[in-house]
């Protein structure tokens, strides 16, 4: 399986992003898909998670009410939609996808398939 992850960028605070992950060699709706963002300095830390298609989706509160996952399945990709972006959210955003029955979901090593990142930078 192939991720691809585009849609960084560089914003103003309070300005909006859409990440893709495209996925390829399998469907993206039978997995996890797990968004993890790296800042500098910093460890890499978890986005979202959402459940495979139709299951349940998770946020971080760093995010939440901000951010919001969605998938299309006909395209076999799954988005990112980030609004009202804050300097925080400066950081390396990568895809990710697991089993569709995994535990700790939060735990970049449940995830056995990564895209390469795609750098979102906030700044005034």
């Known amino acids: 399986v192939q991720l691809q992850a585009s849609g960084g960028g560089s914003v103003q605070p309070g300005d909006s992003l859409r990440l893709s992950c495209a996925a390829s060699?399998?469907?993206?709706?039978?997995?996890?898909v797990a968004w993890f963002r790296q800042a500098p300095g910093k460890e890499r830390e978890g986005v979202s998670v959402?459940?495979?298609?139709?299951?349940?989706?998770y946020y971080s509160d760093s995010v939440k009410g901000r951010f919001t996952v969605s998938r299309d399945n006909a395209k076999n990709t799954a988005y990112l939609q980030m609004n009202n972006l804050k300097a925080d959210d400066t950081a390396v955003y990568y895809c990710?996808?697991?089993?569709?029955?995994?535990?700790?979901?939060?735990?970049?090593?449940?995830?056995?398939?990564w895209g390469k990142g795609t750098l979102v930078t906030v700044s005034s």
């Open positions: 990710a996808i697991g089993s569709p029955i995994l535990s700790a979901q939060w735990d970049s090593g449940m995830y056995y398939h």
């Open positions: 060699g399998s469907t993206l709706s039978s997995y996890t």
């Open positions: 959402s459940r495979r298609s139709g299951g349940r989706t």
